[in-house]
C-alpha cells in the first residue's frame, strides 16, 4: 500500500436541486455530480482527470479537499479517511492537502501582496512564527516557481502581474506548506497558449524535486498526456477509461475516449482528422440515461447498452475501462 | 523588522491602491466639488474658536437688543447723614410707591434692609426725544433708619400714605414721609408667612367703608389684621386685630404645621365666603373671616369687627389622596393660589390650587379644589415633553383665569400657565417656557406691556408673554441678588411709556430697568450699539447666528459621521455573517434586517426619541438605529458574490478559519462598498438630525443647526427673521450635499458603468 | 408563473413578522415612556370618565405586562383604539377624518413627481451633458438634500407670509372665498403650498434615479440594436429605454405611495396641516397614548401593505429576484 498516495473508494456527491415541499410529499431531484468513483493515486504520480465541463472532475478535486463534503464513499489518505474527517481535524488536514486553482484572476485576494498571500498557509499552520522567518520562506517559495528576483515581486499586488506570474504565485502558496498531495484544477486553462508550457513544465519541475503527487484535472487531453503518469477519464460522473497516459493515448477503449482523441487539434495540417460521429450534446446530471450513460451518443449503442451500466473492469494490466465491449478479443473496428 | 519599518510597508502597500483610486475619483468633478465642499466644513469645525467671532455661551449684551432705559444706583447712602455700607446689608425686595391705578406711575423706590436701614430713590421721567423714547432719572432722596430685623415693607395708600412693616414680631405703619411709626402692634411671633393684601370699598346706600386686611401666619398661628374707613367724613380708622392657632380637633388634624403663605379672598360685598385660606402640612384650612357689622347706633352700616372665625371648610390631603390613588405632599412657600383673585361676584366660582410634589423622581402635581366648599375638583401632573420629572416650585396666580406653575428639573426651570378648569397647561398644552435655572421669583404680570417676568438663580430674566412662551431673556452681567421685582410703569400724556422693574443687583447695586417693548432681538445683521459686530445677525436670545454656526459644524459633523460609522460598521458586520455564513443564519439575520428596512423611520424614531430623552448620543444612536440596515443588505449581496470566488476557496484551503476569512479576505472587498455607503448615510444622518431636532427631539444643550431651526420655530420669529432662517439650512444643505456628491463620485469608482461612456 | 406562488408566500409570511415585530417595539417602548398611562388619563379635561373606564378596560392597566402585551395585539390586530384622551373623541373617528387628508396631499404628490420625474429623467438622460442636464442634476441634487421642512418654511414664507397667495395654515377654511365657490376649491388652495414642496423633493430623487437608471439602459446593446434597426429616436427612447429604467422607479414608487404616510410627520407640522402625521406629533408630545398607538400602528400597516406591493410587482416583473429569494 505504500505505493498509492491516494485511494478514493466509491466516492459519491449528490447535488440536491429543487426541493420539493416534503411535507407535501414532494421528491428531491438530484444532480449527480458524482458517481460512485473509485480509484488511486500512486506515490510521485501526476494523474491526470480528463473530461467536459460538468463532468464531475473538478467536484472531486473540491471533495479531495473537503471544499465540498461527501454523499458517501471514502477518500483514504494518510492513515484517514478525509471524507469522514471531523471539523477539529479538518485544520492540520489542509496543511497536507493543498489546491491550486483554475483562474488565475480570482484565486489570489486582490487585496493582498504577494507576500501576504504565500505567507497565509504558512501562518495559518504555524509553520513560521516571525516575519523575518515567514518572508525566508516565502522568498524560498517564490524561488522555486521561477519569480526571481523575489525583491521584485514579494510586494507586488495581484493586479501587477500577469496570469502565468499569478499561477506561480499560487503554486507558491500551495507549495509553501510543504503539501503531501496537490490538486490542480484546470491551472492552464486560462493562460495564454503561450505560458501554458512554462507553468506546466514548473508543476512537473517541482514533482521531480519534491515528490508530491498531483492529482492534474483537465478537459484538454493533450496537456494530459503532457502532464501526466496516468490519466483517468470521466463522463457524467463516473470513470469511464483508466490507464497510462502513453496507452490511453494509443489504445482508447472506450468510445467516449476514443471521440475525445479525435477533437484534438493535431499539429500536422496534412493529417486528416475524421471526427467520430457522436450525436448530441452531454445530458445533464439530473436526468442521467439508464444503462451505460454514454449509450444516447455512442455510435457503436446496442441494447445491452441500454439496459446495463458496464462497470470499470480491467481491460487489460493498468487499463481499466468501462463499456461492455471493452474486452480483450471483442473489439471493434473502426 | 521595527514598526516603522513595517509602517512604511503598510503605507507602501496601500499607497499604489489609494492613489489609483485618487486618480479615479478625481475624474469626476462632482466628487471634487463635493470633497472641496466638506473640507471646508471640516476646517471650519477644527477652527470654530478662530473663526467664531464669539464663544458658543455668548449672548448679546443688553444694549444691543433692547432698547432699553436703566439706571443703576448704588445703594450706599452718600450725604444722607447715615453711613451705610450696601455690602453689609441684607436687601430685601424694593418698594415702589407708584400711583394709583390706571395709571401706577412710578414714583419712589425704597431699598431696606435687615439692619434698620433704607434708602429711598425718586424716580423721575425725562423725554429724551421729541415723543419716541422716554428715559428715567433716578436720583437718590435721603435714607432712613427703621426698625431693626424688618422683613418686609410695602407701600399703601389707605386714606393716607405709609409703609407696612414687619420687623421681628411687631407689625408698624411708618409713614411715608420720613417713616416714623404711627402704629406698633405686637404680633406675638415672628412671621414666616405673609398673605396678599386685600382691600375692598364697601357701601351700602348709607356708607361707604374701605377695608383693607392683611395676615400672617408662623407654622401654628395665624395673625390678622384689618382696618377700616369710612369713605365720608373724617370718622379715624378702625384697626383690628385677631389671631388663631390652626388645628381641626374633631377629625384629630392636630399638630398642624402651617407651611406656606395664606390667602385672603374676599367677595365684593364682604357677605359671605370671605375666606383665609392657610395651608398647613396635614390639610387645607379655609377659615371664615367674620366681619361684624354695625347694624344700630350712630352710623349703621359701618364695619364694627374683623376677625378670624370659624373653620369653614378643609381638606385633609390623605383622604383626598387615598381617593385619588395619590399622595399629597405640599411644596412650601408658594403653595396655593387662588385663580382670579379680584372681587368676585357671589355666583362666580372660583377655584385654588395647590401644588404638591409626591416624591422620588415623579413630576410634581396641581391639586384643584373649589373656594366655595373645599370640594375637589381636578389634579393634574406637571409635565411638558421636555421635563417629564420636575418637581413644582410653587403655583402662583396668574392674570387671566386660571394658574401659574413653576418648577425645576436641572439644569431648567419651567414655568405653565394652567387652565382653571380643566388643569391642563393651556394654549392646547403650548403655554409654557423652560428657562435656565430655578425660577427664584414670583412670575409678576407687567399689565403695561402685557407680560410676565422673573428671573432664575442664573441671574437671568425673563418676560414671557400672556401665552407664556418667553420673547426676551437678558442676562443681568452684575448678578442678581434679590430677584426681580416689577415696580411700575412711566406715564406720559395718558400713555404707559415704559414699565420697569428693579433688581437689587449683586453689587449690590439698585437697578431699574424699563421693559419697553423695544426688544429688537432677533438682530438683523450689522453692528449693535456695544460696537459689537453681528455677521448674520442674533436670534431672539441674542445668540450670534454666526457663532452658533460654526460651532455647529463641530456637532453636526460628529453626529453625522458617528452615526454613519456605527450604522456602517453594523451593517457590514451583519452583511458579512449573513452573506458568508448563508443557512439559518442567513435567514434570520436578513428577517432581521427587512424588519428594520420596512419600519416607517420617521414615525418609530420619534417614539424612540420620546422615550430616551433629548441629547446627542440618543440621536446618534436612534440615527444610527435606522440606518444600518440598507447597507447590510447591500453588503450581503456583495459577500454572496465575493464567496464563491477562488481566493476564499483558496484561503479555507490553506487553512484560514470563519474570522479570517471574513476579515482578511471578504471584509477588505467589501470595504469600497463599505466607504461608499458611508458616505451616503452620512449624508442622511445629517438630515435626519435636522428633523428630528426640528420636531423637538433634538438636544437643548448643545447647538446645531436643526435646533436653531427649532428655535426658531418655537419663538414665532420664522417669518420676519431671515437672516435666522437661512443660514442654518443652507448648510444642512450643502454639508448633506456635500457628502451625497462624494458618494456618488466615489460610486463611479466603484462601479466601472456609472462612468461617463 | 415560476417560483410565484412561493416567492408570494414568503413575502406575506415576512410582511406578517414583521408587523409582530413593531407591534412588540411599539410596545415596549411605549411602556418605556416616563409617565404613568393612568396619570394621564386623569389628567385630561374633555374625556368622559366613561371612556377613561373603556379606556382602562381595553389597555388593561391592571394587569400584568405579559397580559397587557396580549391585550394590546388584539386591541390592534381587531381596530378597537377607544378615545382619545386629548378629544375625547374614538380614535377611529379622528383616523377617519384625517387619513383621507393626508392620503390626498401625499398620493397625489408621489404620483405628480413620479410621472414628472419619470420624464424628466427619461429626457435629460437621453441627452447627456447637455446644459439642461447639468442644471437639473444640479437643483435635484440641492433639492435632495435639502432639509423637507425648511424648504416648506421657505416656501411658506414668501408665498404666504410674504405674497399672501397662499393660507398660512389648515385644511379648509368655511369662511374663504374659495370655499363659496366650491369648497374642493378652498382644499385646493390650502392644499397647494404644502404640495407643492413635496412635488419639488421628492421629484429631486425621482430625476435622478431614472436618470441613473435611464444610462444603465442605454449603454445596453439591444438599445443600440434598435437605434441601429433604424427605430426613431423617440420610440427608442420611450418604448423600450424608459421602459426597462422605469423597474427600480416602479418599486420605489409603490414603496413611497406607502411611506408617504411617513413623511406627511414633518410637513404637516410645517404646514400645520392637520392630516395623519400632525395627529401623531400632537398625540407623542400630549402622551395621548390611544391616538399614538393607533397612529403609529395604521402608518406601519400603510408601510408594510406598500412594500408588499412592491415586492409583488417587482416579482411579477423581474423574475430573477424570485429566484433568489426563495434560494
Redesign the interface.
Known sequence: MEEVAMKIVELTKYFEIGRGLKIFGGKSTYLKAVDHVTFNVRNREIMALVGESGCGKTTIGFLIVRLEDPTSGHILFEQGDIATLKKKELKSFRRNVQMIFQDPYSSLNPRLTVMQTVAEPLINHKMVVTADEARENVAMALEDVGLVPVDEYIERFPHELSGGERQRVAIARALAVRPKFIVADEPVSMLDVSIRAGVMRLMLDLRDKYGIPFLFITHDLASARFMADRIAVMYLGKIVELAGSDEVISNPRHPYTKALLRAVPVGDPNRERVPLPIKGEIPSAIDIPTGCRFHPRCPWAEDICKQAEPELKEYREDHLAACHFAVEGKERVE | ?SFVD?LK?VL??NW??LNQTWKLYKRSK?GLIGLAIMLGFVVVAVFAPIIAPYDPQFAAPNEDVFVADLSTQALNATGTGIPIDPRNETWHDPVPKWTPPPESNLVSILAYSSQGHAIRYVVDFVSIESGSALGIEVTLDTAFLIPQNTSFMKYVYFRSEYYMTVSDSTYWELTYDDLTPRREVNIGFAPIYLSNLWWIPRSTEVVQDEIVCFAMANETTLFMTAKAHPGIGEFNERFFVSSKQVSVPDVNLTDLKIIGDPIIILDANFDNDTLLIVPTDKALLAYKIDISIRTGGLLPGLVDDVTIGNLFWYVDYQAIGDT??TTINPVEKHTIAVENPGPRKPESKDRIALASNPGGNEAGNLFSFWTANGTFN????V?V?EM??ASVEGVHASDRRGFLVTAWQSPQGLVAGI?G????ISGN?TYYSLVEGKIVSVPQFVSGNRRYILSTDQDKVYMLRENVKSDIVFSIEKGILVPVVYVGNIMTQHQIAGNYYSIITREPALFIQSLTGAYIAPLPPGVGNSGNVYILGTDVFGHDIFTQLVYGTQNELAVGLTAAFIAVGIGTLIGLMAGYFGGIVDSILM?FT??FL???????A???A??LGPSLFNLIIVISVFSWAGIARVIRAQTLTLKE???I?????????HR?IMF??LA??VLPLTFLYMAYTI?GAI?TE??LS???MGDPTAITW?MM?QYL?ISGH??DA?WW?LP??IA??LL??SF??IGRAFDEVVNP??R?? | MAGMRRYLASRIIQTIITLFAILTITFFLFEALPARPDDLLSQSPLIKPSQKEYLRELYGFDRPVEERYFIFLKNMLTFDFGYSISFGRPVMDLLQERIPRTLLLFGLATIIAYVVGATVGTLIAWRRGGVTDGTTVVASLVFYNMPSFWLGLILLFLFAFILGWFPLAGYADPTSDYYAIHPALDVAWHLFLPLITLVLLTLAGTVLLMRTSMLDVIGENYILTAIAKGLKERTVMFKHAARNASLPLITSFVIAIAFSIGGAVVLEQVFSYPGIGFLYITALFQLDFPVALATLYIISLFVLIGNLGADILYGYLDPRIRVEATG
Open positions: 523588522m513595517s510597508i507602501r502597500r499604489k491602491r462632482i385619588l390613588g381636578w389634579w393634574t401632573t409635565t415633553p417629564r420629572s387652565e378648569d380643566t388643569g391642563r398644552l428577517r427587512d424588519i420596512t419600519l416607517p423611520i420617521l414615525v418609530i420619534l417614539l424612540l420620546s422615550v470566488r477562488d481566493f476557496k483558496a484561503a479555507k484551503v490553506s487553512g484560514a478559519g479570517q482578511r479576505h477588505p472587498n449624508s438630515i435636522a428633523i426640528f420636531l423637538g436643526g431651526l420655530r420664522t417669518l431671515p432662517f442654518p439650512g444642512i444643505t448633506s450635499l451625497y456628491l458603468r456609472l461617463a461612456r
